[in-house]
């Protein structure tokens, strides 16, 4: 629920963030379990003013129901099921889908077990009106508030999406292995060399063959054949 308001009446840590800071200051706070903007934690205000002036994707969840409060970064990488309803919604139900997954990491950081750290995991969410295999590289981490139990308000959220990035390496390794049983397959001697060294980066079976079986890979030429030296 929205309400009309002005930019003069928005606390200072509100001001900008582009489509977020609008919708933030928007907002009907009074009715939300976390109440006007003036009153918040001084460690969640801090929190929200850089989250809404980086151009990097941030996230939080804050209190009990883990509210949920994101940037205009963040939100390009979530579809219109999430966004905008989901701004100050219990994160369950906005991420119930995946809750498997974030629910536990949710909880180790609140309940004071650390902060969590997560390279290129898969994270399937839907968005655009389809499952999509999403994959991210973030992290969890607490947010302080005295007033809290245990002293822990809420779990920053520091995210980039690496979908592409995994896909590309991906599809990178499938050409790699491809040729590589192409050059394994080929009927004649094949070697590969690298370097002013002229190491031996592949060789086929036919060439182990023609050099007697020799270990090769990774070694010089001068290593493995020193008898071609002679010949420069």
Not at 42 to 63: A, K
């Amino acid at each position: 629920m929205v309400h009309s308001t002005t930019p003069g009446q928005a606390p200072d840590f509100l001001r900008g963030g582009g489509e977020m800071g609008a919708l933030m200051r928007a907002f009907d706070w009074a009715s939300s379990p976390l109440g006007p903007p003036a009153g918040w934690p001084q460690s969640l205000r801090t929190v929200i003013r850089l989250l809404l002036n980086t151009g990097h994707p941030m996230y939080v969840w804050w209190g009990a129901e883990h509210l949920c409060l994101y940037n205009d970064a963040y939100r390009q990488s979530i579809g219109p099921e999430r966004h905008p309803r989901s701004l100050a919604q219990p994160a369950r139900e906005v991420w119930d889908e995946i809750w498997d997954v974030i629910g536990p990491q949710i909880e180790q950081v609140m309940s004071g077990g650390g902060a969590t750290w997560h390279v290129n995991q898969l994270v399937p969410i839907t968005r655009n009106g389809r499952r999509e295999d999403v994959y991210w590289t973030y992290s969890f981490s607490p947010i302080d508030d005295e007033g809290m139990p245990g002293g822990i308000g809420g779990v920053l959220v520091l995210c980039t999406e690496t979908t592409q990035q995994v896909n590309a390496e991906r599809r990178l390794a499938e050409e790699r292995n491809r040729l590589a049983q192409l050059f394994d397959q080929a009927p004649t001697f094949m070697a590969a060399l690298q370097g002013p060294e002229h190491h031996f980066h592949m060789v086929n079976p036919a060439y182990r063959a023609l050099v007697g079986g020799r270990e090769v890979l990774g070694r010089s030429v001068a290593q493995v054949l020193p008898e071609a030296l002679e010949q420069d």
